[in-house]
Protein backbone atom coordinates (compact mmCIF):
# COMPACT_ATOMS: atom_id res chain seq x y z
CA UNK A 1 0.00 0.00 0.00
CA UNK A 2 0.89 3.54 -0.01
CA UNK A 3 1.17 5.84 3.03
CA UNK A 4 0.73 9.16 4.21
CA UNK A 5 1.49 10.92 6.98
CA UNK A 6 -0.03 14.19 8.50
CA UNK A 7 1.80 15.97 11.42
CA UNK A 8 0.45 17.54 13.75
CA UNK A 9 -2.34 15.42 14.48
CA UNK A 10 -3.89 17.68 16.53
CA UNK A 11 -3.25 21.60 17.50
CA UNK A 12 -4.56 24.37 19.37
CA UNK A 13 -3.45 27.46 18.91
CA UNK A 14 -4.68 31.52 19.93
CA UNK A 15 -6.41 33.35 17.29
CA UNK A 16 -3.90 35.28 15.65
CA UNK A 17 -1.37 33.04 15.51
CA UNK A 18 -0.31 31.31 12.43
CA UNK A 19 -0.20 26.93 12.08
CA UNK A 20 1.77 24.98 9.65
CA UNK A 21 0.75 21.67 8.92
CA UNK A 22 2.99 18.57 7.10
CA UNK A 23 1.53 15.94 4.45
CA UNK A 24 3.92 13.29 3.70
CA UNK A 25 3.64 10.19 1.35
CA UNK A 26 6.24 8.02 2.91
CA UNK A 27 6.61 5.23 0.53
CA UNK A 28 5.59 6.91 -2.89
CA UNK A 29 6.75 10.27 -4.58
CA UNK A 30 3.86 12.64 -5.15
CA UNK A 31 3.75 15.77 -7.13
CA UNK A 32 0.63 16.00 -6.68
CA UNK A 33 -1.83 16.59 -3.20
CA UNK A 34 -4.74 17.61 -2.21
CA UNK A 35 -6.20 19.70 1.08
CA UNK A 36 -9.21 18.89 2.19
CA UNK A 37 -11.64 20.90 5.15
CA UNK A 38 -14.02 18.51 7.13
CA UNK A 39 -16.61 19.90 9.32
CA UNK A 40 -18.14 17.67 12.08
CA UNK A 41 -20.62 15.28 10.48
CA UNK A 42 -19.72 16.86 6.97
CA UNK A 43 -18.50 15.74 3.71
CA UNK A 44 -14.92 16.67 2.70
CA UNK A 45 -14.50 20.11 1.07
CA UNK A 46 -11.42 20.18 -1.20
CA UNK A 47 -9.61 23.66 -0.49
CA UNK A 48 -6.54 23.07 -3.31
CA UNK A 49 -4.62 21.11 -5.10
CA UNK A 50 -0.93 20.89 -4.38
CA UNK A 51 1.60 20.62 -7.16
CA UNK A 52 5.01 20.03 -6.80
CA UNK A 53 7.39 22.96 -7.86
CA UNK A 54 4.34 25.22 -9.09
CA UNK A 55 2.43 27.11 -7.42
CA UNK A 56 -1.37 25.18 -5.72
CA UNK A 57 -4.07 25.92 -7.04
CA UNK A 58 -7.22 26.99 -5.29
CA UNK A 59 -11.12 25.96 -5.34
CA UNK A 60 -13.43 28.74 -5.25
CA UNK A 61 -13.99 30.62 -2.24
CA UNK A 62 -10.69 29.15 -0.57
CA UNK A 63 -8.60 32.56 0.51
CA UNK A 64 -5.00 31.81 -1.30
CA UNK A 65 -3.69 33.95 1.29
CA UNK A 66 -4.82 32.50 4.33
CA UNK A 67 -3.87 29.19 3.44
CA UNK A 68 -0.76 29.01 2.04
CA UNK A 69 0.35 25.89 0.58
CA UNK A 70 4.04 25.13 -0.58
CA UNK A 71 4.82 21.42 -2.16
CA UNK A 72 9.08 21.92 -1.77
CA UNK A 73 9.47 18.48 -2.41
CA UNK A 74 8.06 15.12 -4.31
CA UNK A 75 7.12 14.10 -0.33
CA UNK A 76 5.98 17.00 1.26
CA UNK A 77 3.21 19.32 1.24
CA UNK A 78 2.77 21.92 3.77
CA UNK A 79 -0.57 23.98 4.90
CA UNK A 80 -0.35 26.91 6.50
CA UNK A 81 -3.26 28.58 8.11
CA UNK A 82 -2.23 32.23 8.80
CA UNK A 83 -3.98 34.27 11.11
CA UNK A 84 -5.97 31.69 12.41
CA UNK A 85 -9.34 32.55 14.14
CA UNK A 86 -11.93 30.19 15.65
CA UNK A 87 -13.56 29.81 12.26
CA UNK A 88 -10.87 27.74 10.99
CA UNK A 89 -11.16 25.20 13.88
CA UNK A 90 -11.32 22.16 12.01
CA UNK A 91 -10.67 18.85 10.86
CA UNK A 92 -8.03 18.98 7.93
CA UNK A 93 -7.20 16.22 5.53
CA UNK A 94 -4.69 15.78 2.53
CA UNK A 95 -4.04 13.26 0.31
CA UNK A 96 -1.64 12.80 -1.61
CA UNK A 97 -1.86 11.49 -5.42
CA UNK A 98 -0.29 7.99 -6.60
CA UNK A 99 0.12 7.34 -10.64
CA UNK A 100 -1.81 4.30 -11.49
CA UNK A 101 -1.51 2.32 -15.11
CA UNK A 102 -5.21 2.31 -15.58
CA UNK A 103 -5.48 6.27 -16.37
CA UNK A 104 -7.01 7.22 -13.20
CA UNK A 105 -4.35 8.02 -10.39
CA UNK A 106 -5.46 7.08 -6.65
CA UNK A 107 -5.77 9.22 -3.74
CA UNK A 108 -4.48 8.51 -0.15
CA UNK A 109 -5.62 10.39 2.69
CA UNK A 110 -3.85 11.14 5.68
CA UNK A 111 -4.68 10.46 9.27
CA UNK A 112 -6.08 14.05 9.56
CA UNK A 113 -5.33 17.09 11.69
CA UNK A 114 -7.81 18.54 14.07
CA UNK A 115 -7.30 22.67 14.41
CA UNK A 116 -8.76 23.97 17.22
CA UNK A 117 -8.10 27.97 17.28
CA UNK A 118 -8.81 29.55 20.85
CA UNK B 1 -19.70 18.17 -13.81
CA UNK B 2 -18.89 15.04 -11.54
CA UNK B 3 -21.12 14.56 -8.75
CA UNK B 4 -21.76 11.47 -6.50
CA UNK B 5 -25.30 11.76 -3.77
CA UNK B 6 -25.44 9.53 -1.15
CA UNK B 7 -29.07 9.85 -0.45
CA UNK B 8 -29.13 8.43 3.02
CA UNK B 9 -27.54 10.17 5.90
CA UNK B 10 -27.93 7.36 8.21
CA UNK B 11 -28.04 3.17 7.66
CA UNK B 12 -29.30 0.87 10.79
CA UNK B 13 -28.68 -2.93 10.40
CA UNK B 14 -28.25 -5.52 12.66
CA UNK B 15 -25.05 -7.62 13.24
CA UNK B 16 -25.17 -10.44 10.89
CA UNK B 17 -27.58 -8.86 8.58
CA UNK B 18 -26.36 -7.54 4.82
CA UNK B 19 -25.71 -3.86 4.59
CA UNK B 20 -26.36 -1.75 1.71
CA UNK B 21 -25.15 2.15 1.54
CA UNK B 22 -25.94 3.51 -1.54
CA UNK B 23 -24.40 5.62 -4.36
CA UNK B 24 -25.46 7.12 -7.36
CA UNK B 25 -23.18 9.46 -9.76
CA UNK B 26 -23.43 12.16 -12.35
CA UNK B 27 -19.95 12.27 -14.51
CA UNK B 28 -18.76 13.15 -18.19
CA UNK B 29 -17.25 10.33 -19.54
CA UNK B 30 -16.66 7.46 -17.86
CA UNK B 31 -16.67 6.95 -14.10
CA UNK B 32 -14.36 6.15 -11.38
CA UNK B 33 -15.67 5.56 -8.52
CA UNK B 34 -14.44 5.00 -4.90
CA UNK B 35 -15.50 3.87 -1.15
CA UNK B 36 -14.24 5.24 1.85
CA UNK B 37 -14.45 4.51 4.91
CA UNK B 38 -13.79 7.33 7.90
CA UNK B 39 -13.23 6.25 11.83
CA UNK B 40 -14.36 8.98 14.31
CA UNK B 41 -11.00 11.57 14.21
CA UNK B 42 -9.26 9.49 11.74
CA UNK B 43 -8.49 10.13 7.64
CA UNK B 44 -10.30 8.05 4.68
CA UNK B 45 -9.41 4.40 4.72
CA UNK B 46 -9.45 3.03 1.01
CA UNK B 47 -12.28 0.30 0.64
CA UNK B 48 -12.69 -0.13 -3.28
CA UNK B 49 -12.33 1.70 -6.42
CA UNK B 50 -14.09 0.88 -9.61
CA UNK B 51 -11.90 1.62 -12.78
CA UNK B 52 -12.85 -0.81 -15.84
CA UNK B 53 -14.06 -4.47 -16.11
CA UNK B 54 -15.95 -6.52 -13.56
CA UNK B 55 -19.30 -4.68 -12.44
CA UNK B 56 -18.79 -6.76 -8.88
CA UNK B 57 -15.87 -5.04 -7.26
CA UNK B 58 -14.70 -6.26 -4.07
CA UNK B 59 -12.75 -4.39 -1.59
CA UNK B 60 -11.09 -4.74 2.04
CA UNK B 61 -12.84 -6.08 4.87
CA UNK B 62 -15.57 -8.60 3.21
CA UNK B 63 -16.73 -5.12 1.05
CA UNK B 64 -17.87 -4.88 -2.10
CA UNK B 65 -19.86 -2.45 -4.86
CA UNK B 66 -21.86 -2.77 -7.79
CA UNK B 67 -21.56 -0.89 -10.60
CA UNK B 68 -24.29 -0.46 -12.60
CA UNK B 69 -24.05 2.50 -15.81
CA UNK B 70 -28.30 1.93 -16.79
CA UNK B 71 -28.88 3.25 -12.97
CA UNK B 72 -25.66 4.84 -12.68
CA UNK B 73 -25.09 3.61 -9.07
CA UNK B 74 -22.65 2.48 -6.86
CA UNK B 75 -23.66 0.80 -3.86
CA UNK B 76 -21.54 -1.06 -1.02
CA UNK B 77 -22.66 -4.06 0.10
CA UNK B 78 -20.98 -6.34 2.47
CA UNK B 79 -22.97 -10.13 3.51
CA UNK B 80 -22.81 -9.71 6.52
CA UNK B 81 -22.48 -6.56 9.44
CA UNK B 82 -19.60 -6.41 11.72
CA UNK B 83 -20.45 -3.97 14.70
CA UNK B 84 -16.93 -2.74 14.06
CA UNK B 85 -17.82 -1.70 10.56
CA UNK B 86 -19.59 1.00 12.31
CA UNK B 87 -18.41 4.31 10.95
CA UNK B 88 -19.00 6.88 7.98
CA UNK B 89 -19.30 5.44 4.63
CA UNK B 90 -17.81 8.02 1.89
CA UNK B 91 -18.86 7.51 -1.98
CA UNK B 92 -16.43 9.58 -4.38
CA UNK B 93 -16.07 9.89 -8.11
CA UNK B 94 -12.59 11.62 -9.93
CA UNK B 95 -12.85 13.87 -12.16
CA UNK B 96 -10.45 16.23 -14.05
CA UNK B 97 -6.99 16.30 -12.77
CA UNK B 98 -7.98 13.96 -10.89
CA UNK B 99 -9.63 15.98 -8.39
CA UNK B 100 -12.37 13.74 -5.84
CA UNK B 101 -15.76 14.48 -5.62
CA UNK B 102 -17.25 13.39 -2.18
CA UNK B 103 -20.71 12.49 -1.64
CA UNK B 104 -22.06 14.02 1.62
CA UNK B 105 -21.14 10.50 3.63
CA UNK B 106 -23.80 8.20 4.98
CA UNK B 107 -23.10 6.99 8.69
CA UNK B 108 -23.16 3.10 9.54
CA UNK B 109 -24.65 2.06 12.80
CA UNK B 110 -24.53 -1.75 13.25
CA UNK B 111 -26.00 -2.84 16.60
CA UNK B 112 -25.14 -6.18 18.41
Known amino acids: GAVVSQHPSRVICKSGTSVKIECRSL??????MFWYRQFPKQSLMLMAT?????????EQGVEKDKFLINHASLTLSTLTVTSAHPEDSSFYIC??????????????FGPGTRLTVL | AQSVAQPEDQVNVAEGNPLTVKCTYS??????LFWYVQYPNRGLQFLLK??????LVKGSYGFEAEFNKSQTSFHLKKPSALVSDSALYFC??????????FGSGTKLNVKP
Open chain 1, 95 to 108: SALKSSGQGAGEQF
Open chain 1, 27 to 32: DFQATT
Open chain 1, 50 to 58: SNEGSKATY
Open chain 2, 27 to 32: VSGNPY
Open chain 2, 50 to 55: YITGDN
Open chain 2, 92 to 101: AVSGIFNKFY
